[in-house]
Structures are given as C-alpha cells and as structure tokens.
Nanobody, 128 residues
Framework: QVEPVESGGGQVQAGGSLRLSCTFS????????MAWLRQAPGQPRKGVSC????????YYQDSVKGRFATSRDNAKKTLYLQMNNLQPEDTDEYFC?????????????????????WGQGTQVTVSS
C-alpha cells in the first residue's frame, strides 16, 4: 500500500478555500516533522509548510504566510493544510511527507521523504 495518502484537492475560484489531508498507516507519524510540498509539471517539489513533531512550531513559504495553516493529529496519523484565499498561482499538485528538518524543507529543494516514498499527491487548481 502506498503511503501517505493525500486528499482534499479540487478546483476552486480565486478567493476560495480547500483543506488538504494526508494520512499515514505504517510510519511512526509522531516521530517526525511533517511537511506539505507542491510540484509543477517538470519541476522539483518545493516545501510549502512544515510542522514539528509535537505541533508547537510551524514554518511556511513566504508566498502562503497568512493564508495557509498546517496542523496535525498524531493520534490519527493525519496532517492537514487549510488553504484560504487561494490564488491562481497556488495551482499545483500537493504532496505531504515526513521530513528530517522543517527549516531546510522550506528553504531548499530535494526533500527526501522519510517514509521512503511519495504518495500520489492531490491536485489543487485555482481559476481566476
């Protein structure tokens, strides 16, 4: 079974909202910082948000600060991304991953998922 499993994407108009979810089944979810990343066709994945293992600290790309909020439920092994005031430039496929470090996940490309694989992603499309 592929994990994680991302869901919640869709097509919305500018200014709309979506809530993405990402669930793990086998990974020791509570042991890792968790991140959302986005990917355009032919481009590497870029970190969008990250949350520490206990949820006390969150990190965001500048372009989404004040509009997106990430959270996690360790008991459910689930990561969330609340996306508000969506804009056409937010259009991309979104992935989640257990990561090593939040700061480097947001700052650099080339994130390697600690689960050893990527999920199928969920597409977010925002029309103007």
């Amino acid at each position: 079974q592929v994990e994680p499993v991302e869901s919640g994407g869709g097509q919305v108009q500018a200014g709309g909202s979506l809530r993405l979810s990402c669930t793990f089944s086998r990974l020791s979810f509570e042991d890792y910082p968790m991140a959302w990343l986005r990917q355009a066709p032919g481009q590497p994945r870029k970190g969008v948000s990250c949350i520490t293992w206990d949820g006390t600290d969150t990190y965001y790309q500048d372009s989404v600060k004040g509009r997106f909020a990430t959270s996690r439920d360790n008991a459910k092994k689930t990561l969330y991304l609340q996306m508000n005031n969506l804009q056409p430039e937010d259009t991309d496929e979104y992935f989640c991953a257990a990561v090593t470090d939040c700061r480097s996940t947001i700052r650099y490309l080339g994130v390697v998922p600690r689960a050893g694989q990527w999920g199928q992603g969920t597409q977010v499309t925002v029309s103007s």
